[in-house]
């Protein structure tokens, strides 16, 4: 894993490499490759994610949206970022380090989403593995905390595949698709070993 800082137009703006993928906050310039891929996955996203507002997927809603994710990096409340493909620049999925909490605590709530076009072939494993790196060298972090869904098996595939170890079970953790559902919880800590990637395709 490698972190740069990006240049003049994301001079504040974290960038990080993983096997073959990057990372980076969002810009305006992502907005219409980030619109489409998450149109075109709206089926295979909404099982797993809170209900999208209606205008979600607006210019202005994209633009208030990276508004608050600047806040949040100022005040080192969350670390949200968009998952690129090296080599060709295609917009993937995207990633949140969120909820920082600092002090005794010292740790975040990972969450991520992947394009339908792109799942099942281990980048977002090389995202996640990268990212934990920089959770734990970088922000100074003791923990990473991650929740799934008890049926969601690519999601607990991609956090145990990672080393993050499973820690129990919420019941109405968090509201899904409009409805509270039971979640398992995940954490990993940073004396615990990041498992490196076994073959992965993409």
């Known amino acids: 894993m490698a972190l740069f800082r990006l240049g003049v137009s ?4 974290t960038f990080i490499r993983g096997e073959g993928v990057y990372l980076r906050p969002a810009e305006m310039r992502d907005y219409i490759a980030w619109a489409e891929l998450r149109q075109a996955s709206r089926a295979f996203l909404t099982p797993w994610e809170p209900t999208w507002p209606p205008d979600d997927l607006t210019r202005a809603s994209f633009r208030r949206r990276l508004r608050r994710h600047a806040e949040e990096l100022d005040r080192d409340e969350a670390y ?3 998952l690129f493909r090296e080599g060709d620049d295609r917009l993937l999925g995207g990633l949140t380090l969120g909820q920082v909490r600092r002090g ?5 709530t990972l969450g991520y989403w992947m394009g339908a076009p792109h799942a099942g072939r281990g980048y977002m494993a090389r995202a996640v593995r990268a990212t934990a790196g920089f959770a734990f060298a970088t922000l100074r972090l003791h923990r990473i905390e991650a929740a799934c869904l008890p049926e969601n098996a690519a999601s607990a595939r991609v956090l145990e595949g990672v080393g993050f170890q499973r820690e129990g079970f919420a019941r109405a953790y968090l509201r899904i698709n409009g409805e509270w559902r039971d979640h398992v ?3 990993m800590v940073e004396t615990d070993r990041i498992l490196p990637g ?5």
């Open 10 to 13: 994301s001079e504040n703006a």
């Open 80 to 82: 949200p970022f968009l």
């Open 104 to 108: 005794v605590a010292q740790a975040a």
């Open 185 to 187: 919880l995940y954490a």
């Open 198 to 202: 076994r073959n992965q395709r993409g």
